[in-house]
T-cell receptor, first 112, second 115 residues
């Protein structure tokens, strides 16, 4: 079974630029999560989707971050404009409605 | 979510058992104890979970204290590939309401395995 796919794996941008990350969850997984992991810390949930609807976006900085999952499969997370503090690994995870969340390898964002 | 406390780091020798502790004194009756681990440059991966009874799977064992205020993840025979950050997470049955069931990670325990 293929795992959660994310791209790109690495991205370098300058502050105030925009960036987008893509996630393809495991086939059939209705629930999709985006997490932000700052160096030295555990991942922090940004947003949770159930199919194409948002379940929880309470920790998403909505002034600059947005996410969508239009067809209930793939998802994109966008930062516009980026700040130096957005330097982090952005992780996507999916869940079939069981216990286990399956994580992708993440996208490492560097902001100069 | 209730908070967990773990040591920042632990060191063990290869092929020896490893006991990773976690304190969760404010755990509620419906909180499950989950363990995930994160290998270098990878996303976290599920290890094991339990509610009250001790649990075993192919990766590890989970020992839960009778009062449920602490638990221990046991790796029976550590290998170099077990070097990772291990996270102890409490997760309520059914999530936090409205279907929201994102995981709340702490800083975890950085496990170092010596050859």
């Amino acid at each position: 079974e293929a795992g959660v796919a994310q791209s790109p794996r690495y991205k370098i941008i300058e502050k105030r630029q925009s960036v987008a990350f893509w996630c393809n969850p495991i086939s059939g997984h209705a629930t999709l999560y985006w997490y932000q992991q700052i160096l030295g810390q555990g991942p922090k949930l940004l947003i949770q989707f159930q199919n194409n609807g948002v379940v929880d976006d309470s920790q998403l900085p909505k002034d600059r971050f947005s996410a969508e999952r239009l067809k209930g499969v793939d998802s994109t997370l966008k930062i516009q404009p980026a700040k130096l503090e957005d330097l982090a690994v952005y992780l996507c995870a999916s869940n079939l409605a069981g216990v286990e969340q399956f994580f992708g390898p993440g996208t490492r964002l560097t902001v100069l | 979510d209730a908070k967990t406390t773990q040591p920042n780091s632990m060191e063990s020798n290869e092929e020896e058992p490893v006991h990773l502790p976690c304190n969760h004194s404010t755990i509620s009756g419906t909180d499950y104890i989950h363990w995930y681990r994160q290998l270098p440059s990878q996303g976290p991966e599920y290890v094991i979970h339990g509610l009250t009874s001790n649990v075993n799977n192919r990766m590890a064992s989970l020992a839960i204290a009778e009062d449920r205020k602490s638990s221990t993840l046991i790796l029976h025979r550590a290998t170099l590939r077990d070097a990772a950050v291990y996270y102890c997470i409490l997760r309520a049955l059914g999530g936090s309401g409205g279907g929201a069931d994102g995981l709340t990670f702490g800083k975890g325990t950085h496990l170092i395995i010596q050859p």
